[in-house]
């Protein structure tokens, strides 16, 4: 892999532009980046419910406006993780908030009128004094087991600046399709093969309520948190064109394969309204025998 990288500011691009102008950056870059596409009211008041669970071990400073560590830290997988993902997952306003119109249209932007929102959402939290334990490069294309419409979509719960563990993406690798993996430490296990001429990186500071769009192939990483106490959190998902097939792992909450507790079952069990329980079980194209190669 070639060490030898520099930086590019993200290109971005803005919700009353051309949806060809749009489709056509998309393809050539292999993302869209919004800036406040999400109402930041909206994304304080879902860092706050996290907030909420992650005590003792997060906590929240308000000059800086940021999530800090207020214990040990940790990774997806250690113990703290483990107590308080649950948590986070149970929350009916975290589900919900990929299925609200703000982001439902950014979605539609890419995949069409009739979109299917994975069930699987992800919350990340990359916690300072964990290096070597940040996102690898990786295309969800792999991870996802994903068809030829599937995209990536994920907001920046509070802004996010240089060293915070900022989210950078590799433009125009999503045009030689699914590429080879091997194993690494960090979110996901795998990390992808980077040709030798990929040398630039997409990556800005980011503002709370700023998305990134991406096709599943676009390789994206996070850089390490290099604070001495900022937790950087943001939340992702996957969707695609309705009817598309949906590889069986994604209608599973995530992490749902590890902790015993984290199933639909107990998710669902504190919700007022019952309309996004299950939304999903009538979708008519989940397989469940993966695709080779
Ligand atoms: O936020 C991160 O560190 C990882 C996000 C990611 O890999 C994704 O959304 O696919």
């Given at each position: 892999?070639?060490?030898?990288?520099?930086?590019?500011?993200?290109?971005?691009?803005?919700?009353?532009?051309?949806?060809?102008?749009?489709?056509?950056?998309?393809?050539?870059?292999?993302?869209?980046?919004?800036?406040?596409?999400?109402?930041?009211?909206?994304?304080?008041?879902?860092?706050?419910?996290?907030?909420?669970?992650?005590?003792?071990?997060?906590?929240?400073?308000?000059?800086?406006?940021?999530?800090?560590?207020?214990?040990?830290?940790?990774?997806?997988?250690?113990?703290?993780?483990?107590?308080?993902?649950?948590?986070?997952?149970?929350?009916e306003s975290f589900h919900s908030f990929f299925h609200e119109p703000e982001v439902s249209s950014l979605m539609q932007l890419m995949v069409g009128e009739q979109v299917f929102a994975y069930p699987m959402k992800m919350a990340r939290i990359s916690c300072p004094n964990k290096l070597g334990f940040e996102t690898p490069p990786h295309q969800d294309a792999h991870s996802h087991q994903s068809g030829p419409t599937m995209c990536g979509?994920?907001?920046?719960?509070?802004?996010?600046?240089?060293?915070?563990?900022?989210?950078?993406?590799?433009?125009?690798?999503?045009?030689?399709?699914?590429?080879?993996?091997?194993?690494?430490?960090?979110?996901?296990?795998?990390?992808?093969?980077?040709?030798?001429?990929?040398?630039?990186?997409?990556v800005s500071d980011m503002q709370q309520g700023d998305v990134i769009i991406f096709d599943s192939c676009c390789i994206h990483k996070a850089e390490p948190n290099t604070t001495d106490e900022v937790c950087r959190m943001s939340i992702d998902t996957r969707f695609c064109t309705y009817g598309e097939p949906v590889f069986i792992t994604n209608i599973d909450p995530h992490h749902g394969w590890r902790i015993e507790q984290l199933n639909w079952e107990t998710i669902y069990q504190g919700w007022k309204n019952n309309d996004l329980q299950y939304y999903w079980k009538d979708y008519p194209e989940i397989f469940s025998v993966m695709k080779t190669g």
């Open positions: 892999m070639n060490t030898n990288t520099k930086n590019e500011a993200l290109i971005i691009s803005n919700l009353d532009e051309d949806q060809a102008v749009l489709k056509k950056r998309f393809q050539e870059y292999g993302y869209l980046y919004f800036k406040k596409a999400i109402n930041a009211q909206r994304c304080q008041q879902q860092l706050d419910n996290f907030l909420a669970v992650l005590s003792p071990y997060i906590g929240y400073n308000p000059e800086t406006k940021t999530p800090v560590l207020t214990g040990s830290a940790f990774g997806e997988t250690d113990a703290i993780w483990d107590e308080c993902y649950p948590k986070m997952q149970a929350q979509i994920w907001v920046a719960l509070h802004d996010i600046k240089e060293g915070m563990g900022r989210l950078k993406m590799l433009p125009g690798s999503h045009k030689q399709g699914v590429r080879k993996v091997l194993q690494a430490d960090g979110v996901g296990g795998v990390q992808c093969e980077i040709f030798e001429h990929e040398t630039t990186w997409h």
